[in-house]
């Protein structure tokens, strides 16, 4: 979503890098790249001239002409004053103080409303709530359909007592206002302590839909009102938002589609125009797609210093403990990486989602755009399809998969025989470096290991052949360390680098024949 942004964004900050003073004309420089970049990406211009005033203030401020790294302190301004536009913090669902909690969802036609409320079903039912959701969208046709299929992924109940329309060309009957409190009183009854009402999507100039909207909310009294919102709808998303704002009464937003190549002005826009904080973000098309919008973090992603602590989240949250155990005990036993477990490892990972996803939650330093632009997604799926196609004893040991084993897996997985060798070849690579670090060694080109062995050799090496300046006390080491060299190490009875003498030792007379004297 973010992707145009942030390249032109760092981009102007890598201009930056190395001054240790920046001038005015620097800092207007920068600020002027910084609006450009924010215009192209569909910003509400109120917005915008809000934002770069700020930054521009506060960089010709004592913060930055004081800093030891001025570059460094812009960008940090620029951070700041993004979390600000997008909310200033993590704002989380106000729970009713008698369940159940009432959460209305309202929003324009396509904008993924009911799509979203399966997924908010599933993300409070992960936390020990028991959500009910209620079918009151009975004008676009399967609406009612639709929810009730998604609260049976969701594994959340659907009260939906009128199918609504199959067709468009189907004239709407019902009452939703009536569905909605009725849907309360059904929740009430049988002890649900969340309920999500889905309306139907409606346009903000249409006086009569938004009078239905403002009816559901009078007949069920919600504890909050989610406006849902396309995150790809560009400027026209203010006006939209300001409409809902004063014809409902939102408490607050949910970005849908955050997953598209739109520009997201939307999504810098909504929060600071409304006043209305960002709860939620819908980031692709499975229930799994949903996560709480952290304002700090979105403004890392967009400025590419990643988002490393979602990342943590959901590894905890999909992550087999069990699995996880197993796998430490078989590294603390030095036991064989073997292809079993690498297919277990990448049944973990999947349950994260998208590998594109995951990889854009990496700072930018760690892999660039443009390799994550030409990831392929099916490569996980041919290397999966590749080791399933290995019988039992070859995923253990692999070394016994010869030219024609390699044909056989190459011809049941539908690929060349030419990636089954790389395959092979990349496992061995990682099963030696498991191994190395399983005996505590360290990887080759870190700290510790090979390379870190090489470089310390020629730093050794280095300090052997330094000069002193002083030519007498040059000649006074080398003559110690020759000395060194010849006396005998751990010289007997301690005697340490002294000439041996018998006398020394009090011998009785004749004995000193034994010692070879």
């Known amino acids: 979503m973010f992707n145009s942004l942030s390249d032109r964004l760092t981009s102007t900050f890598k201009n930056?890098?190395?001054?240790?003073?920046?001038?005015e004309a620097d800092i207007d420089g920068t600020?002027?790249?910084?609006?450009?970049?924010?215009?192209?990406?569909?910003?509400?211009?109120?917005?915008?001239?809000?934002?770069?005033?700020?930054?521009?203030?506060?960089?010709?401020?004592?913060?930055v002409s004081a800093s030891l790294n001025p570059g460094q302190q812009i960008v940090k301004i620029v951070n700041e004053e993004l979390v600000g536009i997008l909310g200033g913090e993590t704002r989380r669902l106000n729970l009713a103080k008698v369940a159940p909690t009432v959460i209305m969802l309202a929003g324009l036609q396509?904008?993924?409303?009911?799509?979203?409320?399966?997924?908010?079903?599933?993300?409070?039912?992960?936390?020990?709530?028991?959500?009910?959701?209620?079918?009151?969208?009975?004008?676009?046709?399967?609406?009612?359909?639709q929810l009730q299929v998604n609260g049976e992924r969701a594994g959340v109940p659907v009260y939906a007592p009128h199918p609504g329309v199959s067709s468009e060309f189907e004239a709407a009957t019902g009452d939703p206002v009536a569905v909605a409190r009725d849907g309360v009183a059904e929740a009430r009854a049988k002890l649900h302590d969340v309920v999500i009402v889905d309306t139907a999507g409606r346009l903000g100039i249409d006086t009569e839909m938004m009078e239905q909207a403002a009816n559901i909310r009078a007949a069920v009294n919600p504890d909050e009102v989610l406006f849902v919102i396309d995150a790809m709808i560009g400027q026209d998303a203010v006006n939209t938002a300001q409409a809902f704002n004063d014809g409902v009464g939102v408490t607050g937003v949910v970005l849908t589609k955050l997953d598209g190549d739109a520009r997201g002005g939307a999504a810098l826009s909504?929060?600071?125009?409304?006043?209305?904080?960002?709860?939620?973000?819908?980031?692709?098309?499975?229930?799994?797609?949903f996560e709480i919008f952290h304002p700090d973090r979105m403004a890392s992603r967009i400025l590419d210093m990643g988002d490393i602590l979602t990342?943590?989240?959901?590894?905890?949250?999909?992550?087999?403990?069990?699995?996880?155990?197993?796998?430490?005990?078989?590294?603390?036993?030095r036991e064989d990486f073997t292809l079993e477990d690498f297919l277990a490892q990448m049944a973990q990972i999947r349950k994260m989602g998208s590998m594109k996803k995951i990889l854009g939650m990496m700072p930018g330093s760690q892999i660039s755009r443009q390799q994550l632009?030409?990831?392929?997604?099916?490569?996980?799926?041919?290397?999966?399809?590749?080791?399933?196609?290995?019988?039992?004893?070859?995923?253990?040991?692999?070394?016994?998969?010869?030219?024609?084993?390699?044909?056989?897996?190459?011809?049941?997985?539908?690929?060349?025989?030419?990636?089954?060798?790389?395959m092979l070849e990349r496992f061995g690579e990682a099963q030696k470096m498991m191994k190395k670090l399983a005996s505590g060694g360290a990887i080759p080109g870190m700290p510790g290991g090979r390379g870190g062995a090489k470089k310390a050799a020629k730093s050794n090496a280095k300090k052997k052949q330094q000069k002193f300046g002083n030519p007498a006390k040059a000649a006074q080491l080398a003559?110690?360390?020759?000395?060194?060299?010849?006396?005998?190490?751990?010289?007997a009875f301690g005697a340490g680098n002294k000439d041996f003498d018998p006398a020394d030792l009090n011998l009785p007379k004749g004995f000193e024949k034994f010692l070879g004297k």
């Open 479 to 491: 003559a110690a360390e020759a000395n060194k060299a010849k006396a005998p190490s751990g010289a």
């Open 373 to 422: 632009e030409q990831f392929d997604e099916s490569q996980m799926d041919r290397i999966e399809a590749i080791v399933r196609s290995m019988t039992p004893h070859e995923r253990v040991a692999p070394k016994i998969i010869n030219g024609s084993r390699r044909a056989r897996i190459a011809k049941g997985s539908g690929v060349h025989v030419s990636e089954v060798n790389s």
């Open 110 to 145: 396509g904008a993924g409303k009911t799509t979203l409320a399966g997924k908010l079903a599933k993300h409070l039912k992960a936390q020990g709530h028991t959500p009910l959701l209620v079918a009151c969208d009975l004008q676009r046709p399967n609406a009612v359909k």
């Open 311 to 333: 990342l943590i989240e959901q590894a905890e949250a999909n992550w087999d403990k069990g699995e996880a155990e197993r796998m430490a005990k078989k590294f603390a036993d």
């Open 31 to 63: 600020v002027r790249e910084i609006r450009r970049a924010l215009l192209d990406a569909d910003v509400a211009v109120s917005v915008v001239r809000a934002f770069v005033a700020q930054v521009k203030e506060r960089a010709l401020g004592e913060e």
């Open 270 to 289: 909504v929060a600071s125009v409304t006043g209305k904080p960002v709860m939620y973000a819908s980031t692709g098309e499975n229930l799994d797609d």
């Open 16 to 23: 930056l890098r190395g001054k240790g003073r920046l001038s």
